[in-house]
């Protein structure tokens, strides 16, 4: 059954594109011209993830995902042209869980897509925030804390964590985790992931056990 998702986008020629794109993938879409309409639109289905331009008549998206994230757990991405860092900034302070700036290819838009509902399905979130026993992940400001205290993670030591545990107890091969952390195109040298683990595990205090290695495997994330 295709996922249910929402664009919001008063440009109609990508708001189409986007549309015609993502039904032809087997999402089942609806779209709305502005902000307002999108509004309605939230209150009255369930939505698996929900696309959002910022600057939009009537409410722009800002305010649209200030009050999906005060009544509901779902994917947000911004498809916007404000590239400025402060927008960037803003668009995942107020709760955004990705933020793409226009143009967009559209299989890179699918790609996160699918890898945002797979976070969301896959991972107990609340309020926009993942547990994992002494570990809590803020999604939309990446702020990670174990026993309560703040962890600074670079930004792909972050994804590596979220890799482990959106693929909790299961063994990843180096070459799958460069895949989901560094992406296909990446021709670099695969022992980059036991830097990153070994970073990542000095990091994450009482939770670094939770890493296992898996002897000429990989590695998992074992509850």
Same mark, same amino acid.
């Given at each position: 059954?295709?996922?249910?998702?929402?664009?919001?986008?008063?440009?109609?020629?990508?708001?189409?594109?986007?549309?015609?794109?993502?039904?032809?993938?087997?999402?089942?879409?609806?779209?709305?011209?502005?902000?307002?309409?999108?509004?309605?639109?939230?209150?009255?289905?369930?939505?698996?993830?929900?696309?959002?331009?910022?600057?939009?008549?009537?409410?722009?998206?800002?305010?649209?995902?200030?009050?999906?994230?005060?009544?509901?757990?779902?994917?947000?991405?911004?498809?916007?042209?404000?590239?400025?860092?402060?927008?960037?900034?803003?668009?995942?302070?107020?709760?955004?869980?990705?933020?793409?700036?226009?143009?967009?290819?559209?299989?890179?838009?699918?790609?996160?897509?699918?890898?945002?509902?797979?976070?969301?399905?896959?991972?107990?979130?609340?309020?926009?925030? #993942?547990?994992?026993?002494?570990?809590?992940? !803020?999604?939309?400001?990446?702020?990670?804390? +174990? =026993?309560?205290? $703040?962890?600074? /993670?670079?930004?792909?030591?972050?994804?590596?964590?979220?890799?482990?545990?959106?693929?909790?107890?299961?063994?990843?091969?180096?070459?799958? #985790?460069?895949?989901?952390?560094?992406?296909? !195109?990446?021709?670099?040298?695969?022992?980059? +992931? =036991?830097?990153? $683990?070994?970073? /990542?595990?000095?990091?994450?205090?009482?939770?670094?056990?939770?890493?296992?290695?898996?002897?000429?495997?990989?590695?998992?994330?074992?509850?």
């Amino acid at each position: 059954m295709g996922y249910n998702v929402l664009v919001a986008e008063d440009e109609r020629a990508l708001r189409n594109i986007v549309s015609c794109y993502l039904t032809q993938k087997g999402f089942k879409v609806d779209a709305v011209a502005n902000g307002d309409e999108a509004e309605i639109a939230i209150d009255k289905k369930t939505y698996d993830i929900i696309i959002l331009d910022i600057m939009m008549p009537g409410q722009d998206g800002l305010q649209v995902c200030r009050k999906i994230r005060k009544k509901y757990d779902v994917p947000v991405i911004f498809l916007t042209a404000l590239n400025q860092e402060y927008d960037i900034v803003n668009g995942y302070e107020v709760g955004a869980d990705e933020y793409i700036t226009k143009p967009v290819s559209m299989p890179v838009l699918e790609a996160k897509i699918n890898a945002l509902i797979k976070r969301y399905c896959g991972l107990v979130v609340q309020n926009g925030v #993942i547990r994992a026993g002494a570990l809590k992940i !803020e999604l939309a400001r990446r702020l990670v804390t +174990v =026993d309560d205290r $703040v962890v600074t /993670l670079a930004p792909k030591e972050y994804d590596l964590l979220i890799c482990f545990l959106e693929n909790k107890n299961q063994v990843l091969s180096r070459d799958q #985790i460069l895949d989901y952390v560094w992406g296909e !195109e990446y021709d670099g040298y695969d022992r980059a +992931v =036991d830097t990153h $683990v070994k970073n /990542l595990r000095a990091a994450l205090g009482t939770c670094k056990n939770n890493i296992k290695t898996v002897i000429k495997t990989g590695y998992m994330w074992e509850e």
